[in-house]
């Protein structure tokens, strides 16, 4: 299963979708299930979506409950009632996800978004200061989707406004304090 953001750098998620089904078909594969993700929920980009290959159709911010429901739909597997088998080992139904065991699953997952922004920033940081404008677009793009991921709607926001500074040909400094600023504070509250 792929999650396609439709919004990217360098090719954009439908151009990406169309030559993924190509290489499918090229080589006798079935179709992967591709899930086009995007902020823009309007009905000409979800045909467009469509369009492209795309199998199904989040728009962002997605909520935990629906991108676990669209991968129970979309990666189900057939399995026969045993009534032997431990709870434990069945495949969950969507209604036995929780916001309980969705909370405890993403806590678990903190350190490492945490860890992972720290480094990307840097490498933001990095490439502004080699000239690398679009490498650093590029990574702050990355890491609002990731934030959005977790909830973190301001930390996204912070992240897109310093992408925006790049692509102005402004200087995301003041941006990128914020950012931190706002890392240290959540880093905090659930690490």
Request: aromatic fraction near 6%; charge should be neutral.
């Amino acid at each position: 299963m792929v999650f396609m953001d439709i919004q990217m750098p360098q090719m954009d998620g439908f151009e990406a979708t169309r030559r993924m089904r190509r290489i499918e078909r090229k080589r006798g594969r079935s179709a992967v299930p591709i899930i086009a993700l995007t902020a823009h929920v309007f009905k000409e980009h979800r045909n467009e979506a469509m369009e492209a290959g795309c199998t199904g159709f989040l728009g962002k911010p997605v909520r935990r409950q629906t991108l676990f429901e669209t991968i129970l739909e979309y990666c189900r597997v057939e399995e026969p009632e045993n009534p032997e088998l431990p709870s434990h080992m069945r495949t969950p139904k969507s209604t036995e996800l929780t916001d309980d065991l969705l909370e405890e699953e993403l806590l678990e997952l903190m350190p490492s978004f945490f860890k992972s922004a720290d480094k990307e920033m840097e490498n933001a940081r990095l490439a502004l200061s080699t000239g690398q404008k679009d490498e650093a677009e590029r990574i702050l793009h990355g890491l609002k989707g990731a934030a959005l991921s977790y909830g973190f709607r301001k930390l996204s926001r912070l992240f897109e406004m310093a992408r925006a500074r790049c692509r102005a040909g402004g200087t995301p400094d003041a941006s990128f304090r914020e950012i931190q600023t706002r890392l240290e504070e959540l880093k905090e509250r659930y690490l």
